[in-house]
């Protein structure tokens, strides 16, 4: 089975900028949807960013402007480049991905935005 391996978070200023990484142990070619999710303390898990197979991407409203997933095939990541980062968006990150109905979840990164 693969596995999804977040990296990149960290701790930053508001209005900085992370590049969050997810690698996968095998092939990702087969992944329907892949995307970013995240928890904060307290609140449910809410999708973030999905990228589809064909390179559509989709974002949360709170996101959109200042996040851009991407993944790549051919290297078997996925990544989110969060720009103009706010203080709100302090969360564990999860990497997500579906194939043939089988929900895969990386270990989640924490990323965390000071005031």
């Known amino acids: 089975q693969v596995q999804l391996v977040e990296s990149g978070g960290g701790l930053v200023q508001a209005g900085g900028s992370l590049r969050l990484s997810c690698a996968a142990s095998?092939?990702?070619?087969?992944?329907?949807?892949m995307a970013w999710y995240r928890q904060a303390p307290g609140k449910q898990r809410e999708l973030v960013a999905v990228?589809?197979?064909?390179?559509?991407?989709n974002y949360a409203d709170s996101v959109k402007g200042r996040f851009t997933i991407s993944r790549d095939n051919a290297k078997n990541t996925m990544c989110l480049q969060m720009n103009s980062l706010k203080p709100e968006d302090t969360a564990v990150y999860y990497c997500?991905?579906?194939?043939?109905?089988?929900?895969?979840w990386g270990q989640g990164t924490q990323v965390t935005v000071s005031s």
């Open positions: 997500y991905g579906r194939t043939y109905g089988l929900d895969l």
């Open positions: 990228v589809a197979s064909g390179a559509s991407t």
């Open positions: 095998g092939s990702i070619s087969r992944f329907n949807v």
